[in-house]
């Protein structure tokens, strides 16, 4: 399985998150900036690990089991992937097997060097986020690189977030449930 050493932070300020992102990949000389439109449908839960299917622009998309425990520090995720042209094909099979759960629509701006991506999400009826992913080998590596990255950015422990975009779209709607009723 694969392993990505991950954290989240709610974005007060997209421009300036943005900037930084973008000044720290220039350091490197093999970097990516690219914006991708993506629907994450999750299909429910099976002892506490996750199967959806992202959806990029409409046109590819990515099967992702993964396994991971909320927590609000800094998170291990292992997971595995399975690349498909056709999304909206596989979408129909999941579905004759599994309910979904949830559809969560994103904008996530990503910019890359070596293991690590950086991600600007703007999560429909959520918010703005940053999310750090070093993929992994040696988890002391990773964690070094964590460290200058909350440095760089000034992210403080108590800003991480434990949920998953899909536990925080389930919270709001169960809330707005609760007032409604």
């Keep these: 399985m694969r392993k990505n050493y991950e954290l989240k932070v709610k974005l007060h300020n997209y421009d300036v998150a943005k900037w930084k992102a973008d ?3 220039h350091r490197f000389k093999d970097k990516h ?3 991708e439109k993506q629907k994450d449908i999750y299909y429910y839960k099976v002892d506490g ?3 959806k299917l992202r959806i990029i622009n409409n046109e590819y998309g990515h099967l992702v089991y993964y396994d991971r425990k909320d927590s609000r520090n800094k998170r291990v995720s292992k997971y595995l992937l399975s690349d498909t042209k056709n999304p909206f094909e596989l979408d129909k099979i999941l579905r004759k097997f599994f309910k979904v759960q949830l559809v969560v629509n994103k904008t996530r701006e990503i910019f890359t060097v070596k293991n690590l991506r950086i991600h600007l999400d703007r999560i429909q009826g959520v918010g703005i986020f940053l999310e750090f992913e070093i993929i992994y080998k040696s988890l002391d590596e990773a964690k070094i690189l964590m460290r200058d990255l ?4 000034n992210i403080k422990r ?8 899909s ?3 389930l919270k709001k709607k169960n809330k707005k449930n609760a007032i409604n009723s």
Excluded: E, P, V
Excluded at 150 to 153: C, I, P, V
Excluded at 158 to 165: A, E, G, M, P, V
């Design 167 to 169: 536990d925080l779209i």
């Design 23 to 25: 000044s720290y990949i």
């Design 158 to 165: 108590t800003d991480f977030i434990k949920n998953s975009y």
């Design 150 to 153: 909350m440095k760089y950015f």
């Design 33 to 35: 900036h690219f914006l």
């Design 49 to 51: 690990k996750r199967l």
